[in-house]
C-alpha cells in the first residue's frame, strides 16, 4: 500500500482500492485531499493490471461532504473558478473508463454522496448514512447532485432529499434505489471484493465498451443509445476477447481474457 497523504492506494489482483483517509475530518474532501483523489483516479485508470476499482472511507465515514471550513471568508469569485475550472474529482469518477465500485461504509453526505452517484455500483454497510446537506448551510450542491440524483432515483424523491437535507439510512437508501446492494458492516469488505473479483474477471475491452453503451442511455434518445449499442458490439468482435471468449465457450473451458 502507498499512501499520498490522505489517499491511500492498494492493489488486490486486477482490483484497484482508493481509499480517503483523513478520519478525523470524517474523510471531508480539502482541497489537498480532493487533488489526491484526482491522481488517484488518474494513476489507477492508466495501471494496466487494474480492471475494476473501488473506492472507500476510512473509519465512520466514506465522505461526509466538503471540508466546509476553507468555505468560509472565500469570495463568490473564488468559489466560482474552484467549481467551474479546476479539475473535478466527482467529474474524473463519472468519466472513469473501467467499472468503478462505491464500498461505502458510513457517512456518505454532500459531495460524498455526489461521488457515490458518479460510480457505477453503490454497495453499502447497513452502517451507511446518505444525504444532501447542503441547503442546512443555505447553499446548493455543486458536483452534480441535482443532475444525477434525479436520475438514479427520480425527480420527486430527488428534491425531496434536496429540499430537506435529511439523511437516509442504508434500508431507506435502498428502497430509493440510491444504492444497490447492503450488507452487515462486518461483510462489506469482503462482498464487495468478491463482486469486484467477479467483474474483473471478464474482458477489459466488454467492460469498457457495456460502460460506455450503457452510460450513453443517460444521455441519448433510445433509437439512438440502440444504434450505438450495434456500433459498439460490430467493433468489438475484432478484438482478440470477443474471439477468445467464443472459443472458449465451444471448447468447454474458461476464457482467458488479456484486454485486446
Known amino acids: 500500500m502507498s499512501a499520498v497523504s490522505h489517499v491511500l492506494l492498494e492493489k488486490k ?3 484497484g482500492i482508493v481509499t480517503i483517509s ?5 474523510n471531508a474532501l480539502d482541497r489537498a ?39 468560509r471568508g472565500r469570495t463568490p ?12 474529482a466527482i467529474d474524473a469518477a463519472d468519466a ?9 461504509n458510513g457517512y456518505c453526505l454532500g459531495s460524498g454522496n455526489e461521488l457515490a452517484l458518479a460510480c457505477d455500483i453503490r454497495i453499502a454497510s447497513e452502517e451507511a448514512r446518505f444525504g444532501q446537506p447542503e441547503v442546512n448551510l443555505g447553499m446548493v450542491p455543486g458536483a452534480g447532485a441535482t443532475q444525477r440524483l434525479p436520475r438514479l432515483i427520480g425527480l420527486g424523491k430527488a428534491l425531496w432529499l434536496l429540499y430537506t437535507g435529511n439523511l437516509l439510512d442504508s434500508s431507506e437508501a435502498l428502497k430509493m434505489g440510491l444504492v444497490d446492494i447492503v450488507v452487515p458492516a462486518r461483510q462489506l469488505r ?5 463482486l469486484a473479483q467477479v467483474i474483473a474477471a471478464k474482458s477489459p475491452v466488454a467492460l469498457a465498451m457495456i460502460k460506455e453503451a450503457a452510460r450513453a442511455s443517460m ?5 439512438e443509445g440502440i444504434r450505438h449499442e450495434q456500433s459498439l458490439a460490430s467493433v468489438i ?3 482478440r476477447d470477443a474471439q477468445e471468449g467464443i472459443n472458449a465457450f465451444l471448447e468447454k473451458r474458461q476464457p482467458k481474457f488479456t484486454g485486446e
Open 13 to 15: 489482483g486486477a482490483v
Open 22 to 26: 483523513r478520519p478525523d475530518k470524517r
Open 33 to 71: 485531499t480532493h487533488r489526491e483523489l484526482l491522481a488517484a483516479f488518474d494513476a489507477m485508470r492508466n495501471d494496466v493490471d487494474v480492471r475494476v476499482v473501488v473506492v472507500t472511507g476510512t473509519g465512520k465515514a466514506f465522505i461526509a461532504g466538503l471540508d466546509v471550513g476553507e468555505l
Open 77 to 88: 469569485m473564488e468559489i466560482h473558478r474552484r467549481l467551474v475550472h479546476e479539475p473535478s
Open 96 to 104: 472513469f473508463p473501467k467499472p468503478l465500485i462505491a464500498m461505502i
Open 190 to 194: 469482503a462482498r464487495t471484493m468478491t
Open 219 to 223: 444521455r441519448l434518445p433510445l433509437d
Open 237 to 239: 468482435f475484432a478484438s
